[in-house]
């Protein structure tokens, strides 16, 4: 009785949500009410293994008890004061995020999108600064993903997302991934930006060569240009190390973080050199929400936790031994296994969204990467259980899909 009451209100809520909600977003049939660990729960309560973590974000389960009680202790304090006043949470999280990479100074967001517009208004303003007048061309590069706000569309070379919002910004020029020769030819004294992510995430699971980022870094040192590295899917410990660029030895002048920073508190941050900062001044920039106390304090404790060596260890030794798995597969329908650390994606032969749906009857969340990649960006607490529970149902969906094809 109550599991069939239960399901009445996920139809209830589904049916809201067709009629008052705008429809941008695909979804399941079902309502997911409450999580613990790596596990979410639907209002009939159905557990689902979660390799989703909300796109790469809870990177600490659900549940946390630290993350839980922090949150409501701050909640109780401060949630929001505005940019207008000091508060603790902010200048500790920007001395801990600059500690702990390249960056001398942070400038808060609420997004990745919002936190790659902040990185494209900064290299702007320091060219403008440097150069004069006209050097405002930004080179990204194909199968990129830096959002969907019109700077970062513009950036995001993607017919289906750009087409129905022309004109964009101006000055976006797109190379192709991993071709230094081929950057080399669009990098000149126009460039103020080249931006790049280390792991490509929403394009497919492509990691740069780090020849590639050394062969960027030098354009960008030769022309005067600023080298963004947007690690918003990738940065914070997912592949392993804190910063996804590090095993390149490259670093960039901005670096853009968001999505696992404040443990699914919304927060997007820049984190950006000295030189960069020191052209930036009072009234240049600004957010109403963004460093606010709630978040800042959450993403301290998020950011403590990452950060210690044997929690970085663990993620790369789970990473290498989820990839081992997923490279045993024995499925015809799998043509490639990619990524590092907790960041992997594999190709297959069929469209990747046909597995993420028959997930959902195996208790499985999942996520594509483009049309035929499958991502896997769980949270990165999981044990090596979980990925043996995944790796047992992910044989089972493609063992069935095989007899089908
Ligand atoms: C690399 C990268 N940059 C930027 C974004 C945009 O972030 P948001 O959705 O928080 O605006 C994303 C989101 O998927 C991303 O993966």
Not at 44 to 53: E, I, K, R
Not at 138 to 161: C, D, M, N, Q
Not at 219 to 237: K, M, P, R, S, Y
Not at 337 to 348: P, T
């Amino acid at each position: 009785m109550q599991k069939i009451r239960a399901q009445l209100d996920a139809q209830h809520i589904i049916d809201l949500e067709a009629q008052y909600v705008v429809h941008t977003y695909p979804r399941p049939p079902f309502v997911l009410t409450h999580g613990e660990g790596v596990y979410l729960y639907d209002s009939a309560g159905n557990a689902y293994l979660d390799f989703v973590a909300g796109i790469a974000v809870n990177a600490l389960g659900y549940g946390d008890a630290e993350l839980t009680a922090v949150i409501s202790e701050q909640a109780g304090q401060l949630i929001h004061v505005s940019n207008l006043y000091h508060t603790a949470p902010q200048a500790e999280l920007a001395a801990r995020l600059c500690e702990r990479s390249f960056a001398d100074r942070v400038f808060f967001n609420n997004s990745g999108s919002e936190a790659n517009e902040t990185a494209i208004k900064f290299a702007r303003k320091w060219a403008r600064a440097n150069h004069g007048e006209g050097k405002t061309q930004i080179v990204a590069f194909s199968s990129a993903f830096h959002g969907r706000t019109t700077g970062a569309l513009a950036l995001t070379p993607r017919e289906k997302y750009q087409a129905p919002f022309r004109p964009l910004l101006p000055g976006a020029v797109i190379a192709p991934f991993n071709d230094a020769e081929a950057a080399a030819q669009v990098i000149g004294p126009e460039t103020c930006a080249v931006i790049v992510e280390p792991l490509q995430g929403e394009g497919g699971i492509h990691e740069a060569a780090p020849e590639f980022l050394r062969a960027l870094r030098a354009l960008c040192d030769e022309h005067g240009a600023a080298l963004i590295f947007d690690e918003v899917q990738c940065g914070v410990g997912r592949t392993g190390t804190l910063w996804a660029h590090e095993p390149s030895g490259v670093t960039p002048d901005i670096m853009t973080l968001a999505k696992p920073l404040a443990g699914g508190l919304p927060i997007g941050a820049a984190l950006v050199t000295g030189a960069i900062a020191d052209v930036i001044h009072p009234g240049d920039h600004g957010s109403t929400f963004a460093g606010g106390p709630l978040v800042c304090r959450a993403a301290g404790v998020v950011l403590d936790r990452i950060a210690q060596p044997q929690f970085l260890a663990r993620v790369a030794e789970l990473g290498a031994y989820f990839k081992a798995r997923l490279e045993a597969l024995d499925s015809p329908l799998i043509t490639d296994v990619r990524g590092r650390g907790l960041m992997l994606g594999i190709e297959l032969t069929i469209p990747a969204t046909d597995v993420v749906e028959a997930g959902y009857a195996h208790g499985l969340l999942l996520v594509n990467a483009g049309p035929n990649v499958l991502r896997f960006v769980p949270p990165l607490i999981i044990e090596k259980a979980h990925v043996d529970e995944l790796i047992e149902k992910l044989n089972r969906i493609l063992s069935t899909m095989e007899k089908q094809a």
